[in-house]
């Protein structure tokens, strides 16, 4: 199975939070009431490690025993940057 994610973000709002524990809980019940032996998940989880996402990142890769390549591959860069430069992630 293969499914593409672009999750919230985390703008401190309580709301972002539940939906993403909602989406890291729906791809967990898409896999596990299906009939496939591979999970690939791709796209943007705007989850960086000081996020109050990250917690919940995590469990989601360990419960489902995914690795985060990201994490494996790239160290002290910024995969965003705003238009003005405030803001990077």
Known sequence: MIANV??????????????????????????????CVYLVV???????????????FCKFLIDQQLICVDLLKLHGVHIFISDDGQRIS
């Not at 401190?12 to 809980?25: H, K």
């Not at 791709?42 to 919940?56: E, I, T």
């Open 6 to 35: 672009y999750m919230p973000t985390d703008n401190n709002e309580y709301e972002a939070y539940d939906e993403y524990v909602c989406l890291c809980t729906m791809i967990h019940s898409l896999f596990s009431d299906s009939d």
């Open 42 to 56: 791709a796209g943007d989880f705007n989850c960086k490690l000081d996020s109050k996402f990250y917690d919940v």
